[in-house]
T-cell receptor
């Protein structure tokens, strides 16, 4: 089955540690996205990538980093510089930029204490 | 700047009632796309519909229907004969033709009471 996988579903870390969230897609989509969701805030774009080895900052990129070494993979690292990392993180992909619908993974709920 | 407003933060209706979720958008683009997504309790967003700005025909898919009105910059979503499984957060979203990202509204949490 084609789709997007994110692992793990739940992740717990101590404050000051970097943590990497996995996102893999087998839809052969060019574009991939990372969003953060907080209660009552909707979805906020962290980073996005339209092609391998290229990515752009979204609205809230500070404290996060990404890489896009393979078309199917777009991992997100939450660094210790991110002041409020506890949130629900969603990865998405689309066959093109902008007007194309995005398809989402199941999300990773990160808790940092 | 582009903006999507979902003024209804939370709605509760009794099962089998009809319910309409409002979405108002702002854009300076003449060509743009509107979307609706559903986020059930499991967390994964599910794509429901995409409409372009040149197609103002209403769309119906089973119990779901969408009313797009450019004159009022609205793209409302109606669920007919609601069911408990419709309980979710619903997001309206907007993208310009040349944009490389989608702008999401803050969502409306819908509770369908048995």
């Amino acid at each position: 089955d084609g789709g997007i996988t994110q692992s793990p579903k739940y992740l717990f870390r101590k404050e000051g540690q970097n943590v990497t969230l996995s996102c893999e897609q087998n839809l052969n989509h060019d574009a991939m996205y990372w969003y953060r969701q907080d209660p009552g805030q909707g979805l906020r774009l962290i980073y996005y990538s339209q092609i391998v080895n290229d990515f752009q900052k979204g609205d809230i990129a500070e404290g996060y980093s990404v890489s896009r070494e393979k078309k199917e993979s777009f991992p997100l690292t939450v660094t210790s510089a991110q002041k409020n990392p506890t949130a629900f993180y969603l990865c998405a992909s689309s066959s093109g930029q902008g007007p194309y619908e995005q398809y989402f993974g199941p999300g990773t709920r990160l808790t940092v204490t | 700047a582009q903006k999507v407003t979902q003024a209804q933060t939370e709605i509760s209706v009794v099962e089998k009632e009809d319910v309409t979720l409002d979405c108002v958008y702002e854009t300076r683009d003449t060509t743009y796309y509107l979307f609706w997504y559903k986020q059930p309790p499991s967390g994964e967003l599910v794509f429901l519909i995409r409409r372009n700005s040149f197609d103002e025909q209403n769309e119906i898919s089973g119990r779901y229907s969408w009313n797009f009105q450019k004159s009022t910059s609205s793209f409302n979503f109606t669920i007919t004969a609601s069911q408990v499984v419709d309980s979710a957060v619903y997001f309206c979203a907007l993208s310009g033709y040349r944009d490389d990202k989608i702008i999401f509204g803050k969502g409306t949490r819908l509770h369908i009471l048995p």
